[in-house]
């Protein structure tokens, strides 16, 4: 396989690969990212100040959607360096305290998932 495909899916990702090609590429099942994406959708409504949300990410491709979706929700982004301690050291100048943490990927904001679940 190339750099672009991937032998195997993520047994997480699976129910959301509608069938995969001749060429080893997965495609996606519309329906249940639609579902998912309505249940994001839901839970982001919630949350009455758009100032309680945090979006990041630390991929370079990922900095671009934070910064828009910020700037049309008025949610606060953290693109690029997660810095630690953001939602766990009170004592520095960067601490937040969100309600809702949205990340483009988990691997690698894991940092700022791993400090969201102590808080």
Do not use: C
């Not at 305290?97 to 691997?107: C, Q, S, W």
Request: glycine share 6%; aromatic share 8%; net charge positive.
């Amino acid at each position: 396989p190339g750099l672009a495909e991937v032998d195997d899916v993520d047994y997480r990702m699976k129910r959301y690969v509608f069938r995969r090609t001749v060429d080893g590429i997965h495609i996606i099942h519309l329906g249940k990212t639609w579902e998912k994406l309505m249940v994001a959708a839901r839970m982001i409504v919630a949350i009455e100040n758009p100032n309680d949300i945090i979006v990041a990410s630390q991929r370079p491709y990922g900095s671009r959607a934070v910064l828009k979706f910020s700037q049309y929700t008025g949610a606060n982004p953290l693109a690029g360096r997660w810095t630690p301690g953001t939602l766990t050291n009170q004592i520095t100048q960067k601490y937040l305290e969100p309600r809702l943490l949205i990340v483009t990927d988990p691997r690698t904001d894991n940092q700022a998932l791993k400090e969201a679940s102590y808080a």
